[in-house]
């Protein structure tokens, strides 16, 4: 029998096969006799695995040689202690506050730096991006911070802004938790990128760093030192014990998007191609629809997160919960909004198939000629 199609935002579906060769792998990898979880992080069968998966991640999302790629943990959130600690020196910060998850970034940074808001979208409900024409830039920030895909609010950037030829010197750190992995990434307008591994990747406890080699070695006294991205660096990311079960399912999953192919596009150029062909699909419906909306800036909405609302839910919400129990019954799992927004949301990942959103288009058709 077929699995059903899971929405969720985060943990969220991923590749059966992956699931499948991590289970088939689970009780001896290759011939070792020790499941990955048993294995010690210094021994040369699982520092093979980390490597190969570091490799292949540089290879996918084209990194640099002169940005250095870490595996970390504490996910988003202690990156938004850890990104200041090590990069503010201090000084100020810009933020531009875009949905829940840069609000956060740029309240826990107010703790050791001075975090200035360059731009928000708080006044539109967080539907649409400001321009970045209009940001006010600090002359010598030690970075500005922008969320590149807002899970919640279900923004994104689908072209990451040129500081410089806005005339700022600093570099740009991007939260990539719920879109790495869907599309290239222009490294000459990046300084750092973050994010958790929950969504797009793999199982949660692993968090990807990917820091410009110059921007090392800055942090505050008060750093602790596993969160000091140098000495991970220098420690190769086992200053302390890795989370390796997550490094080694996170490392199938980009040994799967390798293989993936959609006519000549390949790896994350294929990602994208799907990822653009289900978002369409899905917003698609929803525009056509006289019964649901989505209340984001056509420009601006996200290819990975769609929140999606009825005009008429209905005395508590009825309607809502008739369309959740129903979407159940199909095999079409975890559609509940966030509780800060509520409504519905599908979240579309690399490994939601074209079918599964196709599938939520025929249920949501149904409803509403049947039940709305
Ligand atoms: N940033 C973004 C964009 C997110 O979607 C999330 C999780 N939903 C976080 C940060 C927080 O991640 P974590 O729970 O792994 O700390």
């Given at each position: 029998m077929s699995r059903p199609y899971n929405f969720s935002a985060g943990p969220a579906t991923m590749p059966e096969e992956v699931l499948a060769q991590a289970a088939a792998e689970m009780l001896d990898w290759h011939g070792s006799g020790m499941s990955v979880m048993e294995m010690s992080h210094r021994g040369k069968a699982f520092m093979s695995i980390c490597a190969q998966a570091e490799a292949d991640l540089r290879e996918l999302l084209a990194v640099p040689e002169h940005f250095r790629i870490l595996f970390m943990q504490g996910g988003g959130l202690a990156e938004n202690a850890i990104v200041p600690m090590n990069l503010s020196r201090g000084g100020t910060v810009d933020f531009v506050v875009t949905g829940a998850w840069s609000q956060k970034s740029h309240q826990e940074a107010q703790k050791y730096c001075h975090a200035q808001l360059a731009a928000s979208s708080a006044d539109s409900g967080f539907t649409t991006l400001p321009d970045p024409a209009s940001w006010r830039l600090s002359r010598g920030a030690s970075y500005l911070h922008l969320c590149s895909n807002e899970t919640i609010h279900g923004v994104e950037f689908h072209e990451l802004p040129d500081l410089r030829a806005l005339g700022s010197d600093a570099p740009l750190v991007i939260d990539f938790s719920s879109h790495v992995l869907s599309r290239p990434i222009d490294w000459q307008r990046v300084g750092l990128a973050f994010?958790?591994?929950?969504?797009?990747?793999?199982?949660?406890?692993?968090?990807?760093?990917?820091?410009?080699?110059?921007?090392?070695?800055?942090?505050?006294?008060?750093?602790?030192?596993?969160?000091?991205?140098?000495?991970?660096?220098?420690?190769?990311?086992m200053f302390n014990t890795p989370p390796t079960y997550a490094i080694y399912v996170a490392g199938l999953t980009f040994q799967w998007i390798q293989r993936q192919r959609e006519g000549d596009a390949r790896g994350v150029a294929a990602m994208e191609q799907r990822a653009i062909a289900r978002s369409q699909l899905l917003y698609d419906a929803i525009d056509r629809s006289e019964v649901f909306y989505n209340p984001v800036d056509r420009a601006h909405r996200s290819r990975?997160?769609?929140?999606?609302?009825?005009?008429?839910?209905?005395?508590?919400?009825?309607?809502?919960?008739?369309?959740?129990?129903?979407?159940?019954?199909?095999?079409?799992?975890?559609?509940?909004?966030?509780?800060?927004?509520?409504?519905?949301?599908?979240?579309?990942?690399?490994?939601?198939p074209l079918a599964g959103v196709q599938a939520l288009v025929d249920w949501m058709r149904e409803f509403e000629r049947t039940q709305a």
């Open positions: 994010g958790g591994a929950q969504k797009n990747i793999g199982p949660a406890g692993l968090t990807l760093v990917i820091v410009r080699e110059d921007l090392l070695g800055h942090a505050l006294a008060i750093c602790p030192s596993a969160f000091d991205y140098r000495t991970v660096a220098d420690n190769g990311s990975m997160n769609v929140p999606f609302f009825l005009r008429e839910p209905g005395p508590d919400g009825a309607a809502y919960a008739r369309f959740l129990a129903g979407a159940e019954a199909r095999g079409l799992l975890q559609l509940k909004g966030h509780k800060s927004v509520g409504g519905l949301r599908a979240s579309l990942y690399n490994a939601m």
